[in-house]
């Protein structure tokens, strides 16, 4: 199976631009055939979809509060997955975590049997 590890969290000014990377390793013979996906939980809220892309990095899904603004990216030859924020608002401040799944357009946390620890995002005003 896989394993996920988050990277590239941290403190920005809203308005201001970070990219979040999940590197995937593992046993797993071809971890570049998952569908891949990112989600948020911020404090005292449900864990939530942020965005999802195909094994092949061709097809990309997103929440309607991040369309526009953020971009999911994979390199299958990395086994990476990024996500790309920019115009941070206040209400991004949550911990973001990589996943990955065996469907396609996966939006429910159900769908997904992998996930990273999470990394920490924070905006400021």
């Known amino acids: 199976q896989v394993q996920l590890v988050e990277s590239g969290g941290g403190l920005v000014q809203a308005g201001g631009s970070l990219r979040l990377s999940c590197a995937a390793s593992?046993?797993?013979?071809?971890?570049?055939?998952?569908?891949m996906g990112w989600f948020r939980q911020a404090p005292g809220k449900e864990r939530a979809f942020v965005a999802v892309?195909?094994?092949?990095?061709?097809?990309?899904y997103y929440s309607d509060s991040v369309k526009g603004r953020f971009t999911i990216s994979r390199d299958n030859a990395k086994n990476t997955v990024y996500l790309q924020m920019n115009s941070l608002k206040s209400e991004d401040t949550a911990v973001y975590y990589c996943?990955?799944?065996?469907?396609?357009?996966?939006?429910?946390?159900?769908?997904?049997?992998?996930w990273g620890q999470g990394t920490q995002v924070t905006v400021s005003s």
């Open positions: 996943a990955a799944s065996h469907e396609w357009n996966a939006r429910m946390t159900t769908q997904y049997f992998a």
């Open positions: 892309i195909s094994w092949s990095g061709t097809s990309t």
């Open positions: 593992g046993r797993t013979l071809s971890p570049s055939t998952y569908t």
